[in-house]
């Protein structure tokens, strides 16, 4: 099992900026970010490999959200820039031990609680 401990979100306007952290129990494969709004599927936002680093961003946030980790301590963060009121959305951290999963093309094994991200235009 893995437990996953969310943190930030909250309510900015629009162009501002947020800081998501999550921090995972054990080592896992990969980890990453998922947003959902009322009525929509989750979408997968982004995501990293713990080992090799390799990220994955949807179109939606590239050049705006960064993701990034601390190895030793199992953590990840989403660094959301420019905001957009696009954004506001439930935002879930998740885990998986394959990177199909954390893209969102696969099954995803670990969930967080998820977070409330509001932007105001």
């Known amino acids: 099992q893995v437990q996953l401990m969310e943190s930030g979100g909250g309510s900015v306007q629009a162009g501002g900026s947020l800081r998501l952290s999550c921090a995972a129990s054990?080592?896992?494969?990969?980890m990453g970010w998922f947003r959902q709004t009322p009525g929509l599927e989750r979408e997968a936002v982004a995501a990293?490999?713990?080992?090799?680093?390799?990220?994955y961003y949807a179109d939606s946030v590239k050049g705006r959200f960064s993701i990034s980790q601390d190895r030793a301590k199992n953590m990840v963060f989403l660094q959301m820039d420019s905001l957009k009121p696009e954004d506001t959305a439930m935002y879930y951290c998740?885990?998986?031990?394959?990177?199909?999963?954390?893209?969102?093309?696969?099954?995803?094994?670990?969930w967080g609680q998820g977070t409330q991200v509001t932007v105001s235009s």
């Open positions: 054990r080592w896992v494969y990969c």
């Open positions: 998740a885990a998986s031990g394959n990177w199909a999963g954390c893209i969102g093309r696969g099954d995803n094994n670990y």
């Open positions: 990293v490999s713990h080992n090799s680093g390799l990220t």
